[in-house]
T-cell receptor
Framework: EAGVTQFPSHSVIEKGQTVTLRCDPISGHDNLYWYRRVMGKEIKFLLHFVKESKQDESGMPNNRFLAERTGGTYSTLKVQPAELEDSGVYFC???????????FGAGTRLSVL | GNSVTQMEGPVTLSEEAFLTINCTYTATGYPSLFWYVQYPGEGLQLLLKATKADDKGSNKGFEATYRKETTSFHLEKGSVQVSDSAVYFCALSRSNSGYALNFGKGTSLLVTP
């Protein structure tokens, strides 16, 4: 069974550009979470989907971030326009039901120059 | 709010040494507690978990006991191996936040032969 897949693995963009990160959860997992680790800080929760609905987006830093999960399968996280402080590693995780183990992808390292 | 504090790394040990990584938490109610591990180039993997007070999670020779009286979940291993070199993250989750994970900053462990 395929695990959680994220791509790209690494993205380097200039300030002001747009970047879209993608996450493919484990098939059948209704719950999808996005997290971010900024250099030297904790991994922080961004938002939580249940199927295609946003259950909790309290961790989204500002309106430059837009997450979607059309059809309840894969999810995208778009940053527009990117700022320097957006640099970090973005992780996606999925679980079959809430409270079950969350399985993580390898992350996307975003570098904003 | 919920938070996790873990000892800062890096921690360097010789093979077969005893490992302790301290983790304490702040949360209302009864969170579930986790240790995740990230090996170089990979995503986070669940190492062990405990869901109620006095539970002991164990896996691959690692152990951690949920201590409500000291709000701690310290990770221990009696004899580390070079292959244990990784970053270890302590985390908690609560049902009233959709089981989103709150992480500590991570502790980097390097085991030398």
């Amino acid at each position: 069974e395929a695990g959680v897949t994220q791509f790209p693995s690494h993205s380097v963009i200039e300030k002001g550009q747009t970047v879209t990160l993608r996450c493919d959860p484990i098939s059948g997992h209704d719950n999808l979470y996005w997290y971010r680790r900024v250099m030297g800080k904790e991994i922080k929760f961004l938002l939580h989907f249940v199927k295609e609905s946003k259950q909790d987006e309290s961790g989204m830093p500002n309106n430059r971030f837009l997450a979607e999960r059309t059809g309840g399968t894969y999810s995208t996280l778009k940053v527009q326009p990117a700022e320097l402080e957006d640099s970090g590693v973005y992780f996606c995780a999925s679980s079959q039901e809430q409270g079950n183990i969350q399985y993580f992808g390898a992350g996307t390292r975003l570098s904003v120059l | 709010g919920n938070s996790v504090t873990q000892m800062e790394g890096p921690v360097t040990l010789s093979e077969e040494a005893f490992l302790t990584i301290n983790c304490t938490y702040t949360a209302t109610g009864y969170p579930s507690l986790f240790w995740y591990v990230q090996y170089p180039g990979e995503g986070l993997q669940l190492l062990l978990k405990a869901t109620k007070a006095d539970d002991k999670g164990s896996n691959k020779g690692f152990e951690a006991t949920y201590r409500k009286e000291t709000t701690s979940f310290h990770l221990e291993k009696g004899s580390v191996q070079v292959s244990d070199s990784a970053v270890y993250f302590c985390a908690l989750s609560r049902s009233n936040s959709g089981y989103a994970l709150n992480f500590g900053k991570g502790t980097s462990l390097l085991v030398t032969p």
